[in-house]
């Protein structure tokens, strides 16, 4: 039994996905099970389908296994994102390898760059290339180019290799100490809004999912069309953030500049400046304008104006991942959970009565969750009620 693990939001499960899972297998695992962000993801968005019809797609078309990511890692830094979720794999004590799409499987190459990464005196050169007012993130290629050359610096400035980056360091951090197994991402670009083949990337596909369009269905796998027809039959698919504008607008009207302070991932002042934007955009993609620099990238407004709205705190992801929430499983999945009965160092969750059983902290970032789904439930096309955190069920193939 080879279990390998992996990171992912499947907003929505496509081709590109089926591809890696089939790369896996390929390269001899037999079980795979996948950490997946919640009903929110961490472009601080809602996911266009619900979390439990994007595990069964995930298992209808080639994972084992899904467990989900809590809210206030799926929304967080790619830094926390990749250590919330590697926390779980590690949680379950039977995890063999780490899988990861990249635009550099070169796995020498990557771990170069996470030495870089972690280097003090990068660190320090981050700081003073911060003063320019950029982004961290261009600020920290900048700083590894200078003091590490161009083909480590060129390897940080693809998306996909920041976030296998992130994995590596998170290892290192939990002491993890799976196998790596970077896999070479094919078709179109990360974000791009370009088909390439028989692949879309998951933003090219939100958009023509968003607006009818069935040439979608051509880069997803059977069972995620499935999923998505049915929902969407029941007036439950697409959920689009526009669809809780209002709703998150009034949520940050009622904020005082010290409540903004406490947000996740504030720094230098941010808060007033996105105060004084909340007086006066009429809209969230306004807001998100007046907001953004070069320095305060769209993407981190986004995670920040989505905490304020879910009422997540900086320290809510300062600590491990406090239990397994599974959301669905197949034949293979159910071995993988009979391994982690015996070898798991978290508690695992499969009914939400279960939670009461949790310590403090474990509780709060369930009700977090349930929080969440409640003001998810809000965005979908015909208006859910409360509650159904408690009551959906999990997933069994």
């Known amino acids: 039994m080879k279990t390998v693990g992996l990171v992912a939001e499947y ?3 496509h081709n590109g ?11 001899g695992a037999t079980h795979v099970v996948a950490v997946m962000s919640g009903n929110f993801v961490q472009r601080g968005s809602v996911a266009i389908m619900d979390k439990r019809a994007r595990a069964k797609a995930a298992l209808l078309d080639g994972v084992d296994l899904v467990i989900e990511l809590p809210v206030p890692w799926a929304v967080s830094t790619a830094e926390l994102f990749a250590k919330g979720g590697l926390s779980i794999l590690q949680g379950l004590g039977c995890v063999d390898a780490l899988a990861f799409g990249c635009e550099t499987a070169d796995k020498e ?17 981050i700081k003073e290339e911060l003063t320019g007012g950029i982004t961290y993130a261009v600020a920290r290629e900048n700083a590894v180019r200078k003091l590490y050359g161009d083909k480590i610096a060129d390897i940080i ?6 976030l296998a980056v992130e994995y590596l360091k998170a290892m290192r951090s939990l002491g993890s100490n799976f196998d790596i197994m970077p896999i070479l991402r094919r078709g179109a670009e990360h974000d791009s809004l370009k088909e390439n083949g028989e692949f879309s990337s998951a933003s090219a596909l939100r958009i023509m999912l968003e607006r009818g369009d069935e040439k979608a269905f051509e880069y997803m796998p059977c069972g995620s069309v499935a999923e998505f027809k049915r929902l969407q039959n029941v007036g439950r698919a697409p ?9 998150i607008l009034s949520r940050l009207r009622m904020l005082t500049v010290e409540e903004i302070k406490e947000a996740p991932d504030i720094s230098e002042g941010l808060e007033n400046r996105i105060y ?14 007046i907001v953004k620099t ?12 989505t905490s304020l709205y879910l009422g997540i705190a900086p320290q809510d992801a300062l600590h491990k991942v406090p239990y397994i929430r599974v959301l669905g499983f197949n034949e293979r999945g159910r071995e993988i959970l009979r391994a982690a009965k015996d070898n798991a160092v978290m508690p695992i969750i499969m009914k939400s009565s279960q939670s009461y059983d949790l310590p403090e902290y474990g509780k709060h970032i369930f009700d977090l969750e349930c929080k969440a789904t409640n003001l998810y439930n809000l965005a979908t096309p015909r208006i859910l009620p409360c509650g159904t955190e408690l009551t959906d069920e999990v997933i069994m193939l």
């Open 294 to 305: 070069k320095r305060y990238t769209h993407s981190r407004i986004r995670r920040i104006i």
């Open 109 to 125: 190459m990557l771990i170069k760059a996470a030495d870089a990464v972690c280097d003090i005196k990068v660190h320090e050169q």
């Open 17 to 27: 996905h089926q591809y890696m899972v089939t790369k896996c297998r390929e390269e």
């Open 239 to 247: 959920v689009a953030i526009d669809d809780s504008e209002r709703a």
């Open 157 to 162: 400035s693809k998306p996909n290799n920041i």
């Open 11 to 13: 907003n929505p499960y």
């Open 276 to 289: 004084n934007a909340i007086q006066s955009a009429t809209s969230l993609e306004e807001l998100y304008s």
